[in-house]
């Protein structure tokens, strides 16, 4: 008898209620993820491909003479623009709301004349409008001279790569890629090197005020992208107090958005440059001092291999920040053109939303690529821990921690100094004439931008996005984490909880507009409401808060869900009264983490935010835009104190919901 009939059939386990439950709360969110990204990330790319072009010879005309006669046979708009050579090619390639005016191709056309004109599509498709009225079909329409100058012919819609030839043959926009790239190359090289070595005195010195460092390290995260740039140019620009540092050059351009992404991604670098530090084995240095290495040769042959993943990975994160930040270059970028800023000039400045679909894609390349690299170093870092690893203790060496005092020092002058320098502006009366103190700049309703409604509105998006997306993200983590079976079901609802990391906060709010603002879309009611500005934030910043969830329910004992199911628990029960409590840090985290991006976040939300749900961020750029720098500057502060506050909220919350709910954790 073979092994194959003595082990019999293959029997599937019967899947019982709360299997079904589990699978249908993950299909649920699932579905929330295609809705709020797979979808909208099609309608761009679709827009993106889309070109639009007049086709005359697709329409039919016949002109009478003055006594009514019409010519015959009737000849098509090709044939009559061929006679002239009124318009070339490039005249008929236009967006999907060009409009085009025949007149132009009749050289003795007059409104007052009595010659008659009749007019047709050679199919139903064919559309051509007279005023508003649309007309379609090969059916003859008869008009006087006065009427027929209003008729206008629709694009034809058609597939291809015509708006990308169309953008890589604009040397201006063409540009933005090399500026791109060098900016958040430069930004990356300058930002990992100086986290690297403020994270190095962080875990291998003994200096003093490590607290205090790491503290002030993570404050750039409270503050939108815009609030350096507007430092940057009361400390260097026109008028700026140190203005002759620079020996000429200038803070609009390239300096300054160099400097602004090193303030603004620097924490990000230096978190994950320390995770990679304290993971380091203690072994490996006392096999360095045994075979009496210098401490130079210690550092290249076993700090920096222990950390080089934590590198990698910090640097690719560094660039993709900087290569999809929009808020700083477009206030200090002054005519240095980037992506990022391309989108935004090419949708509100044009109204050219296929090229700015285009300068999405393009955006996309760069962002996925970082992305995906990222994700496998990570895992490849992962594999370096070792049950048997010894945490590395720093022994006291004054000249070493003096050394990193002292740079540690400087690295938090210059995050203290951006920010101290941003709420000097939002206090002084009328810069640089008069400095005296006042609070007239924070009299926002005074102000474009929204005024106060705007931060209330924040406060709003902050508390909703926190909320909802913390119930939202935890509970698709748990049931992708603790649903039995179903593995391709959860493998794809991983891939869709990894994707919205690797798509910038620009493609993003533009693929709303294509989605959500089409009004044949059931769900366009939601568009220009508070409802889409959460939709958005949540799902811009799911993927962390995702894989924080996941790192958490790992951590827990399988155990848990066999004796309720022994019980004959529902897993509900065990969800809510073991789950939950215990994955506590973790939920607090994702609500924090929700709430902080949701105050400082702008290019997710530019594109989708109406006249009664303008925000902090964005008023920040409307005011700047106005000339109103100064009163920026202070919508800036009030999001980072607000921040500040939530913070410190958190971090008293934690402590006391942690000593209630984890009391189990001492008792054993």
Same mark, same amino acid.
């Given at each position: 008898m073979s092994a194959a009939e003595m082990t019999g059939p293959l029997v599937k386990p019967k899947l019982g209620r709360d299997d079904w439950t589990q699978r249908g709360f993950m299909l649920v969110i699932a579905l929330y993820l295609v809705v709020a990204l797979a979808l909208p990330l099609y309608a761009m790319l679709s827009k993106a491909f889309s070109t639009y072009a007049f086709d005359l010879t697709a329409f039919e005309?016949?002109?009478?003479?003055? %006594? *009514?006669?019409?010519?015959?046979?009737?000849?098509? /708009?090709?044939?009559?623009? %061929? *006679?002239?050579?009124?318009?070339?090619?490039?005249? /008929?390639?236009?967006?999907s709301d060009g409009r085009l005016g025949l007149t132009d191709l009749f050289p003795d056309y007059s409104f007052r004349s009595p010659v008659m004109y009749k007019f047709r599509g050679k199919t139903a498709e064919d559309v051509y409008l007279v005023g508003s009225e649309r007309q379609t079909g090969p059916e003859w329409q008869e008009f006087d001279s006065n009427t027929f100058r209003r008729l206008v012919i629709r694009p034809a819609k058609d597939v291809g790569l015509g708006n990308f030839t169309r953008y890589f043959s604009t040397p201006s926009l063409f540009q933005s890629i090399e500026n791109s790239l060098w900016i958040a190359a430069i930004s990356t090289v300058i930002t990992v090197t100086l986290a690297f070595w403020f994270a190095y005195a962080l875990a291998r010195s003994c200096m003093r005020f490590k607290g205090v460092f790491r503290m002030i390290a993570m404050l750039p995260i409270l503050v939108p992208s815009l609030l350096p740039g507007i430092a940057l140019i009361y400390l260097f620009g026109n008028q700026g107090v140190l203005k002759a540092f620079l020996m000429g050059n200038t803070i609009y351009g390239p300096i300054g958005i160099v400097i602004g992404s090193v303030f603004f991604t620097f924490p990000h670098a230096m978190i994950i440059i320390s995770t990679a530090l304290s993971i380091s084995d203690a072994r490996l240095y006392e096999a360095a001092v045994s075979l009496k290495a210098s401490r130079w040769k210690t550092f290249w042959t076993v700090t920096i291999p222990g950390a080089r993943y934590g590198l990698f990975s910090a640097a690719f994160v560094v660039f993709n920040l900087v290569i999809t930040d929009f808020g700083l270059p477009k206030v200090i970028g002054g005519k240095f053109n980037v992506l990022a800023v391309d989108i935004y000039k090419q949708v509100i400045g044009q109204q050219n939303f296929e090229m700015g679909a285009v300068v999405?894609?393009?955006?996309l390349v760069p962002a996925v690529l970082a992305f995906a690299i990222d994700r496998q170093v990570q895992k490849k870092q992962v594999a370096l821990l070792s049950a048997r690893s010894v945490v590395y203790e720093p022994k006291p060496n004054k000249l070493f921690d003096r050394i990193f005092l002292a740079y540690s020092s400087l690295v938090a002058l210059f995050i203290v100094g951006i920010i101290a320098m941003c709420q000097f502006a939002a206090l002084v009366k009328f810069w640089p004439y008069n400095l005296s103190l006042s609070l007239r700049n924070y009299n926002f309703d005074l102000m474009d931008g929204g005024g106060w409604g705007a931060y209330k509105n924040s406060i709003t998006l902050a508390v909703l996005t926190a909320v909802i997306g913390t119930i939202v993200v935890f509970l698709g983590a748990y049931m992708v984490e603790k649903t039995k079976g179903f593995e391709k079901g959860r493998a794809a609802f991983q891939a869709l909880a990894m994707l919205p990391m690797a798509i910038p906060g620009m493609v993003l709010g533009l693929s709303y507009i294509f989605f959500f603002n089409n009004p044949s879309n059931p769900l366009n009611v939601i568009y220009g409401t508070m409802i889409i500005l959460v939709v958005s934030t949540v799902t811009h910043f799911y993927t962390v808060s995702h894989l924080t969830a996941v790192t958490a329910l790992k951590q827990m004992d399988t155990e848990f869900?066999?004796?309720?199911?022994?019980l004959k628990q529902p897993f509900f029960k065990l969800f809510w009264r073991v789950t939950v409590p215990v994955s506590m840090p973790a939920v607090l985290n994702i609500s924090i983490y929700l709430f902080v991006n949701a105050m400082t976040t702008v290019s997710a939300v530019v594109f989708l935010y109406s006249t009664d749900t303008a925000l902090a961020s964005v008023a920040v750029l409307n005011m700047d835009d106005a000339g109103d720098i100064a009163p920026a500057a202070a919508m800036g502060m009030m999001i980072f104190y607000t921040n500040a506050g939530a913070r410190i909220i958190h971090a008293l919350a934690s402590r006391r919901i942690l000593r209630r709910s984890e009391a189990w954790r001492r008792s054993g």
């Open positions: 005309v016949q002109v009478s003479d003055e %006594a *009514g006669v019409y010519n015959d046979p009737p000849v098509t /708009l090709a044939e009559l623009n %061929a *006679g002239r050579q009124v318009w070339d090619k490039a005249d /008929l390639t236009v967006g999405s894609v393009v955006l869900e066999s004796v309720s199911a022994s």
